[in-house]
């Protein structure tokens, strides 16, 4: 079953102007609207926040506005400048989040994540992260994720909350309450629909088809049936234009996994030949499965490092073909190189030569089955969980190396945890330690190990210090803990107990 994520932009004008373009001579703090041309008459196009509290209303000529809110700004509305930033959006999100992302009107963006949310653990983090990340780049976002574009598109758009998410098989409940303005209908028709006393799009669906159309047309028809599913509306995937695609088209529809296997490989072929021209490396190709109902299934594959092996980019593409639903038959493959680099002519006839030491084909069958694939490399810090970062997993050799006179344990927690002790200030280790629930008898234990904060790069650590100890309790578990403080002067830190890793 298709899931489709709708994310609405609704400031994209205004935040554009104001942290993308980067104008210097705008004021945070004051209110800002976009003005634009209605004949010989300025009229407000867009505005924020604050100028909709101070009563500015869209349509409002641009002299009565200045009139009515002292200090309000204004720029000029640039709708074309507005769809390319809508455009670069797209695109990002297209190499982030799923192979199928589109343009979804004047402000927003629509993707197809079937199959692709599980690479980003599920619904519910996946639209998380999408709202987080735009957030922390200035944008206001709304985001629906629901079993059809119409319902996610509605949903995104007028339910006030930044994460929405409508299960599966309950699109008609979650949207029979929303306004008719939310069925992408043309203006005028909703304004008569309006005038007949229609408000919810409930209402509308549970009304006659035939005198409907008689008056409006099939588009109330069409648009129903869009949003409940009964009728398939596919994502046309946005495309740069200096990406490499290929692609190939069927008179008649092909259904078999070894015949869509067969001609993959024959576009990969195609595509590891402009490749080779351009010097260029696959990083990460989408596979499109364009199908004879109008639906579009994808299949993304990404590499470690930059590859043109012809024979393991086509088992890294058939290794997925298994998860095409067939349907009534597909009627086009397209195969896109989304991430590329450089590459030169120096590589092997295949990645995957037995005897070879490379492991980029096993990160590369990891990666693509959604598994989190990396390696730690030092960072010189000397405290602990500052010590360590995050690489990939086929990244140059680091030359860095931790330097430390005492143990460190195998697994440190991803954060410290707070446990209960009995230990004599300021130097002694703890006689018992309770930790999850259980309390443990200290057999043996070795330290303080004095470990400072960075004073140099936060001036709230002038003063903090941790003491370290290797405490190994009765059973023989050996756990590393510290304490906030040195015991003694409550600015060094809280004098409570954490437990920060676990020996083998």
């Not at 309950?170 to 007949?196: Q, Y």
């Not at 209402?203 to 648009?223: C, H, N």
């Not at 989408?286 to 994808?298: C, M, S, W």
Request: with cysteine; glycine share 8%.
């Amino acid at each position: 079953m298709p899931r489709v994520v709708s994310i609405y932009l609704p400031d994209l004008p205004i935040e554009r102007i104001r942290r993308m373009d980067g104008r210097a001579e705008l004021s945070p703090d004051r209110p800002l609207v976009l003005v634009s041309r209605s004949g010989s008459k300025r009229v407000i196009s867009v505005a924020d926040e604050k100028a909709r509290q101070a009563g500015i209303r869209l349509g409002m000529p641009a002299a009565k506005a200045q009139a009515m809110v002292h200090g309000l700004q204004f720029a000029d509305a640039d709708p074309s400048a507005d769809a390319g930033a809508l455009e670069r959006i797209a695109l990002w999100a297209l190499t982030q989040y799923s192979p199928i992302v589109a343009v979804d009107g004047t402000d927003g963006i629509v993707m197809d994540t079937q199959g692709a949310d599980h690479l980003q653990g599920g619904e519910l983090p996946m639209l998380t992260g999408i709202a987080n990340r735009f957030r922390a780049r200035g944008l206001t976002i709304h985001a629906a994720i629901a079993d059809s574009w119409g319902a996610a598109h509605a949903c995104a758009r007028a339910i006030d909350r930044e994460v929405v998410i409508i299960p599966t098989g309950e699109t008609v409940r979650a949207v029979e309450r929303l306004p008719i303005s939310r069925l992408r209908l043309p203006a005028e028709i909703v304004s008569d629909l309006h005038t007949l006393g229609f408000k919810t799009i409930g209402e509308l669906s549970t009304t006659p088809r035939a005198p409907l159309a008689l008056r409006f047309g099939p588009e109330i028809g069409r648009r129903l049936d869009q949003m409940f599913g009964r009728l398939s509306e596919p994502i046309d995937p946005i495309r740069a234009s200096e990406w490499i695609e290929v692609s190939r088209a069927f008179a008649e529809p092909i259904g078999a996994a070894e015949t869509i296997d067969r001609y993959v490989g024959r576009l990969i072929v195609k595509l590891v030949a402009e490749l080779q021209r351009k010097g260029l490396g696959v990083r990460r190709a989408d596979l499109i499965i364009e199908k004879v109902d109008g639906t579009r299934q994808a299949i993304r594959a990404g590499t470690a490092k930059p590859a043109r092996d012809v024979a393991w980019l086509t088992k890294l593409f058939r290794d997925r073909t298994e998860t095409i639903e067939p349907g009534f038959g597909t009627e086009r493959l397209t195969l896109v190189v989304v991430m590329t680099e450089p590459l030169g002519e120096e590589q092997r006839s295949s990645l995957v030569d037995e005897g070879s030491e490379d492991i980029t084909p096993l990160i590369d069958t990891f990666g693509n089955r959604g598994q989190r694939v990396y390696r730690i490399a030092p960072v010189a810090s000397d405290v602990p969980e500052r010590s360590i970062r995050r690489i990939s997993a086929a990244a140059e050799d680091v030359t860095e190396t931790w330097v430390h006179h005492w143990p460190r344990p195998v697994r440190l927690l991803a954060r410290p945890e707070l446990i209960e002790v009995i230990a004599l200030l300021p130097d002694h280790p703890p006689v018992t330690v309770t930790w999850r629930g259980k309390r443990r008898r200290v057999k043996r234990a070795d330290g303080p190990e004095r470990i400072f904060g960075e004073w140099w790069t936060r001036s709230s650590e002038f003063d903090a210090v941790r003491d370290y100890f290797v405490i190994e309790d009765e059973t023989g578990e050996r756990l590393w803990i510290f304490r906030s403080g040195d015991g003694v002067d409550p600015a060094t830190g809280s004098h409570r107990w954490f437990l920060h890793g676990i020996f083998a």
